[in-house]
């Protein structure tokens, strides 16, 4: 069984930067897609980043070029490095594991919920303007 927590969140103002870990246990990992999500007040939870076993990664277009996910194999351990936060990236971010995804949709499908069947408890996030 697949166990996942979330560290991180936190109260930052816009243009602020802020860094989300994931412990990651019980589960082969270089088996696994590893993913963040979040989700606003609202809102439904959305896909925000992934990254696989072969380190392909994918992205929602509105985090592109300042939101990174990486991974730490060695500590079992999931990242999400945010920078130039804006006030509607406030959510809870959850993160996520599954199996890796194959075809020519792996991309779009890294980012869907309902591919994911291990979940976090998440972790607030709030950008103030």
């Known amino acids: 069984q697949v166990q996942l927590v979330e560290s991180g969140g936190g109260s930052v103002q816009a243009g602020g930067s802020l860094r989300l870990s994931c412990a990651a246990s019980g589960y082969y990992y270089d088996r696994y897609l590893l993913a963040w999500f979040r989700q606003a007040p609202g809102k439904a939870r959305e896909g925000v980043a992934s990254?696989?076993?072969?380190?392909?990664?994918s992205y929602a277009d509105s985090v592109k070029g300042r939101f990174t996910v990486s991974e730490d194999n060695a500590k079992y351990a999931l990242y999400l490095q945010m920078d130039d936060l804006r006030p509607d990236d406030t959510a809870m971010y959850y993160c996520a594991a599954d199996s890796v995804k194959y075809g020519a949709d792996w991309y779009l499908r890294s980012l869907q919920t309902d591919e994911y069947h291990s979940w976090g408890q998440g972790t607030q996030i709030t950008v103030s303007s």
């Open positions: 990254i696989d076993k072969y380190g392909r990664t």
